[in-house]
């Protein structure tokens, strides 16, 4: 057809316009194919996915993942619809740590339903109507629902063990959970315990090849993967440390192609000698600010790494940025480039060298910061460290999270099928095609125990059968036991997730699924040209 006789067009030459449910279809597609991307993911039989990255010349990057989060975050997509999607999954991420694919399968099961209202001729502002009252009634339920122990301190432990254990049901590590849930809640409880405002910085995780994942542990104390100095003492005791990030080779001259010419040897030695007293001076500099200990971001020359162990301070150099930013935290220190003005020097009572398989590192003891400590990850290869780290880091997140909203819910499906029970209730109380769009919402959250069974291989149709009779008998903790393959009490497998992530998933989910159903239009640009 000639664009021309579909009447004016304001747009400039090149540029496309999709209309009504033409838009609409691209935006609900584009969000469903991501949601079938990850939903193979979820659960504790879910798959994990290869992802390569052209490197150019180092080769290809190669992660093996089922983190919903790490998974969307590194494909390319070219859909506007699924890039909301993406967005949400990295909200769920840097909100609470876990759950990232859950609200990414949420929000594409209320996509293909109100797909499937939207074909029966209802009105999007309907249905999006119909999926708010369903959210706040979803919402209410979930709330009653929550039990908190966060008064008990020996139950709440046991509540963050279970938070734990579920979370990593799901992960690489599953086999190893009940170590890494451990490992996670005492460190997380070292931080709650402590007086200052603290945050999950202060837990280190290091990453070392060898070994295997059961002999990760808890090492108290900040490790450094650094090696001390030579020359100088591998261990001290009572340090007082001063972190700076300043050159300490001889100082360049710092203008670009500069050069200095002489015409004897002697302006040379002169030169050399005027930079080694520079040095002196500021060597001298930073020993009067009454530090034991010295580390720096840069390099340290041999000259002045001489200079220190003559004043017996402890030199350590080249450290990683992320590293010496996290030490200075947890030694309350400041880092230093100018040494004029009055320092914050950290302390701390023990700088040690240890092996940790065949590398050293320098172990920092009894920290200023008491609770700050280091999880030591050992796995076969570098794949499997990154991947128990994401795993990890996903447990941290939602422990500490529970830590201060206590609530905590059943997990395996008992409180999606619980809060589609109670939205199916209002749909019936709800005349009209209002009703339609809440039944919709409630058919939308049974499909999350439908995919954990359909990711176990088991007959899922039966099994949500089941399940929704048992809760209509009012048994509100059955979920799916993905084990055994059948449904179960949910209290007595002590399958847990937090509130607050559950919570967190439905409001993003319908948020996210509800800016997507209001699109009626997409206005692509005209990509730009490549001038000739």
């Known amino acids: 057809m000639d664009p021309s006789s579909m009447g ?22 584009g969000a469903m194919a991501i949601g079938d991307l990850v939903k193979t993911t979820l659960g504790p039989k879910g798959m994990d996915k290869i992802l390569l990255s052209q490197q150019g010349v180092g080769g290809d990057k190669i ?45 594409a099961q209320f996509l293909r339903k109100a797909e499937d209202l939207v ?15 369903a959210q706040k009634c979803a919402v209410d339920k979930l709330e009653t629902l929550a039990f908190d122990n966060g008064l008990s301190k020996d139950k709440f432990r046991e509540d963050l063990l279970d938070i734990a254990r579920t979370t990593l049901s799901s992960k690489l590590v599953k086999h190893e959970k009940e170590l890494f849930a451990t490992l996670c809640v005492d460190a997380v409880l070292r931080l709650n315990n402590a007086q200052t405002g603290n945050d999950l910085t202060h837990i280190q995780i290091l990453k070392k090849q060898g070994g295997s994942l059961n002999m990760s542990y808890l090492e108290d104390g900040f490790l ?21 990030n300043t050159p300490m080779d ?15 040897l002697d302006t040379v030695a002169k030169i050399e000698k005027a930079e080694k007293e520079k040095m002196k001076a500021k060597v001298h500099k930073i020993c009067e600010t009454g530090c034991t200990v010295f580390i720096n971001r840069q390099l340290i020359y041999n000259y ?5 162990a003559e004043q017996g301070v402890l030199a350590i150099e080249h450290a990683d940025f992320e590293g010496v930013e996290r030490l200075a935290a947890v030694l309350g220190a400041d880092i230093a480039s100018t040494f004029d003005g009055k320092i914050n020097l950290g302390a701390c009572e023990t700088i040690s060298e240890i092996m940790i398989g065949e590398d050293k590192v320098i172990k920092f003891g ?5 609770e700050a400590c280091t999880i030591v990850l050992r796995g076969a290869s570098q794949h499997v460290l990154d991947e128990a780290d994401r795993s990890l880091h996903d447990a941290l997140a939602v422990v500490y999270q529970t830590t201060k909203n206590t609530k905590v819910v059943y997990g395996g499906g008992a409180c999606e ?29 049974e499909q999350i125990p439908l995919i954990l069974a359909d990711n176990g291989g088991y007959d899922s149709s039966e099994l949500v059968g089941q399940l929704r009779a048992a809760h209509h008998q009012g048994k509100a903790d059955y979920g799916l036991n993905l084990e055994l393959g059948e449904t179960a009490s949910m209290s007595e497998l002590r399958i847990c997730e937090s509130m607050r992530s559950k919570i967190h998933q439905i409001n993003s989910a319908s948020e996210a699924a509800e800016m997507i159903i209001r699109v009626d239009d997409i206005i692509r640009c005209v990509p730009r040209q490549r001038g000739g």
């Open 417 to 445: 099928m619980e809060m589609s029970k109670a939205v199916r209730q209002l749909a019936e109380e709800t005349p009209g095609k209002l009703g339609i769009c809440i039944e919709a919402f409630a058919k939308a959250l």
């Open 63 to 107: 992660t093996v993942t089922n983190d919903g989060a790490t998974i969307l975050r590194s494909i390319w997509i070219d859909n506007p619809a699924a890039q909301i999607l993406v967005d949400i999954s990295k909200n769920q991420d840097d909100e609470i740590g876990d759950g990232t694919t859950s609200v990414v399968v949420l929000a």
């Open 119 to 133: 074909q029966q001729k209802i009105h999007p502002q309907i249905i999006i109507e119909g999926f708010r009252l």
């Open 304 to 308: 002045p790494e001489q200079l220190f």
């Open 366 to 370: 009894g920290v200023k910061s008491g």
């Open 250 to 264: 001889t100082d360049k001259i710092k203008i670009f192609g500069s050069k200095v010419k002489t015409d004897s």
């Open 8 to 29: 004016p067009n304001a747009l400039r030459h090149g540029a496309q316009q999709d209309r009504g449910e033409n838009a609409r279809l691209q935006a609900f597609v």
């Open 224 to 244: 450094l993967e650094k090696k001390i100095g030579v020359g100088m003492p591998k261990f001290a005791k009572d340090c007082k440390i001063l972190v700076a």
